[in-house]
Structure formats: structure tokens, C-alpha cells
Nanobody, 117 residues
Framework: QVQLVESGGGLVQPGGSLRLSCVPS???????????MGWYRQAPGKQREWVAQ???????IYADSVKCRFTITRDDAKNTVSLQMNGLKPGDTAFYYC????????WGKGTQVTVSS
């Protein structure tokens, strides 16, 4: 069973940047390589929402709320999916999760991002 481990969150002031990373544990294979991978987030009291995704061919799509501020990348050799977040806003405060877009695996614990002055 694939376990997802997200990292890189923290407390940042509005306008700041963070880089999130996601790696799988519990498997030694390059499990991300054949999947479209996505980042999601869940703010307090709200449902989890899709943020961005990247295909195996590295095509990307973003939610309107993060377009031009966030960049999703993947390194299949390192089995890593990353999310570079610039121009952070208080509304970006949430737990962030990664997962494959189709037939999601079990969700990881996420990484907390807090944007506050």
C-alpha cells in the first residue's frame, strides 16, 4: 500500500513562498512515474479541494485561485512531486496533500501551511 508523505509546510507572511514536496513510502518502485499526480488542500471547516495536477507528460493544470502563483513539478527519478508556492495569501492557509488524480491512494497526513502576518 502506498503511503504518501508531504513536507515543507510552515508559517509564512503574506507574499512569502514555500516549497512543498511529496514522496511515497512503503514502496521502492517509481510509483509516481505512471500517474498523473495532484496537490490538494483542506482549509479548516472546508472540504478538501484540488489545487493543481501534472501528467506523466508534464502538462499542468491549476485551480484559478492559485494560477500564476503556484507551480507543480515532478521528478520521476526521485519519485517526488513538488509544489512551489509564491505570493502566498491568507486564503492559502490549509493542510496540503498530494495524491494521484485517478483512483487515489490513501491520504497522507499532509503538511500545514499557515499564511499570516
Amino acid at each position: 500500500q502506498v503511503q504518501l508523505v508531504e513536507s515543507g509546510g510552515g508559517l509564512v507572511q503574506p507574499g512569502g513562498s514555500l516549497r512543498l514536496s511529496c514522496v511515497p513510502s512503503g514502496t521502492s518502485g517509481t510509483i509516481f512515474r505512471i500517474n498523473t499526480m495532484g496537490w490538494y488542500r483542506q482549509a479548516p471547516g472546508k472540504q478538501r479541494e484540488w489545487v493543481a495536477q501534472i501528467t506523466t507528460g508534464r502538462s499542468t493544470i491549476y485551480a484559478d485561485s492559485v494560477k500564476c502563483r503556484f507551480t507543480i513539478t515532478r521528478d520521476d527519478a526521485k519519485n517526488t512531486v513538488s509544489l512551489q508556492m509564491n505570493g502566498l495569501k491568507p486564503g492559502d492557509t490549509a493542510f496540503y496533500y498530494c495524491n494521484r488524480v485517478v483512483n487515489s491512494w490513501s491520504w497522507g497526513k499532509g503538511t500545514q501551511v499557515t499564511v499570516s502576518s
